[in-house]
């Protein structure tokens, strides 16, 4: 391995990009039943693979003729490599493109046992059998054509990869623009819960205004805006001046935060969509409420269009 060259090591680099698509593609969509565009990345390439295949044959080097050797030095490279893009990407994008939370002997999510035996196996698998193939296809492809074909993947790529990287970016943006408006809401919600609590004190047994609030949020303040409303045609004395002013300027807020919201749930790119399907468990602990919301919009929007 050491007289690899450069241009050699990329072409590995890719392969297994590649390689680990069609694989993590075929295995998600077979759990879940219907086709994934798995990964970061829109086209058929997984970086996180091409870059755990060539760590592991780095790492496995010292150890050539030793398989148990082989296996360990794999299981610790990729855990660490895995443990570092997870945690990079999750303080990059606030979200967690993979998650181990459900598993046994997961450390913070981001890896776990399971995950560091699998990748020991891969491991010997890689470097014991796939590779072999895949070296000798590489080395027989002549000097010219190889990079050709190198120069040519490596521009796909770094495109894909950068208006990827683009849309995780501006996905992140949104879910915090989207919890911004989320919170405010809470706190309108709140407001409005006491001014109806003191409405309803007022008028004792004759309580017209529920402080019942539905599943979602924006819903729940709707329908509490309606009932001030009618509740203040049968009492038209029920708020005082300042509140009534008030309950106007909280009216016009909710107007301006739900039409931002509209816009925020329906401002996703091919790119940005493309994330949330192609990453059904990903998950953010500050923005789960939102992210959720989002991929019900996507959702809603599929079943639209079919």
Not at 34 to 42: L, S
Not at 235 to 249: G, K, Q, W
Not at 267 to 292: A, C, H, T, Y
């Amino acid at each position: 391995m050491l007289h690899y060259s450069f241009l050699q090591w990329l072409a590995f680099f890719y392969f297994y990009c590649f390689f680990g698509w069609c694989f993590e593609s075929t295995y998600v969509s077979v759990k879940a039943r219907k086709w994934i565009n798995r990964g970061f990345m829109r086209g058929p390439f997984l970086p996180l693979y091409g870059s755990g295949a060539v760590m592991m044959l780095v790492v496995s080097m010292p150890f050539r003729g030793s398989l148990p050797l082989i296996y360990l030095s794999g299981c610790i490279g990729a855990t660490v490599l895995e443990y570092v893009t997870g945690v990079v990407m999750e303080a990059l994008f606030k979200v967690r493109y993979w998650d181990y939370s459900n598993q046994k002997f997961n450390f913070k999510g981001h890896i776990c046992l399971g995950s560091s035996v699998a990748w020991g196996f891969l491991t010997l698998f890689l470097t014991e059998l796939l590779h072999k193939g895949v070296e000798h296809i590489v080395l027989w492809v002549p000097h010219v054509i190889l990079l050709v074909i190198v120069c040519v993947t490596s521009v796909y790529v770094i495109s894909d990869f950068t208006l990827s990287f683009k849309a995780a970016l501006d996905l992140r943006d949104i879910l915090v623009m989207m919890e911004k408006v989320r919170v405010e809401m809470e706190h309108m919600q709140k407001r409005l819960d006491v001014l109806i609590a003191v409405a309803n004190e007022e008028i004792g047994e004759r309580k017209l205004i529920s402080i019942r609030h539905k599943d979602d949020l924006f819903e729940g303040i709707e329908e509490q805006f309606i009932r001030i409303k009618e509740h203040i045609k049968k009492y038209p004395t029920a708020f005082v001046e300042d509140i009534r002013e008030e309950l106007m300027e909280m009216r016009g807020k909710f107007g301006i935060a739900k039409e931002r919201r509209f816009q925020l749930r329906n401002r996703k790119d091919f790119f940005q969509r493309g994330l949330i399907l192609g990453n059904p468990g990903m998950k953010s602990e500050k923005f789960k409420e939102v992210l959720e919301e989002l991929k019900e919009a996507i959702q809603d929007k599929i079943k639209h269009d079919k």
